[in-house]
């Protein structure tokens, strides 16, 4: 069973940033592909950003290319999140999910963690 537990989420201005961290337990983590997806108010969930098991591979959706960066410690068994530039558009609740390989969908996603919101004034 994974267990997987984001954290960062709050409030921040437009044009700041803010990291988001997602610790993962209960099963091997090095092993998994892990992403992260948002879903705003009113909106569908969207997928964000993924990352390979070794963090050589990377992939963003058009809207958060450039400004999210993706990134994993496996050693410390946590998935994380640098966002910058951020706009009101970005508020939303972001979860982080796990995948048995590179995923650049939603749907590729096996397990997802309860979320954390953030939120970007104007």
């Known amino acids: 069973q994974v267990q997987l537990v984001e954290s960062g989420g709050g409030l921040v201005q437009a044009g700041g940033s803010l990291r988001l961290s997602c610790a993962a337990s209960g099963q091997s983590f090095s092993n998994y592909f892990m992403g992260w997806s948002r879903q705003a108010p009113g909106k569908e969930r969207e997928f964000v950003a993924s990352?390979?098991?070794?963090?050589?591979?990377?992939y963003y959706s058009d809207s958060v290319e450039g400004r999210f960066t993706v990134s994993r410690d496996n050693a410390k068994r946590t998935l994380y999140l640098e966002m910058s530039s951020l706009e009101p558009e970005d508020t939303a609740v972001y979860y982080c999910g796990i995948s048995p390989h590179a995923t650049i969908t939603l749907t590729g996603f096996t397990h997802w963690g309860q979320g954390t919101q953030v939120t970007v004034s104007s």
């Open positions: 990352i390979n098991w070794a963090g050589d591979w990377t």
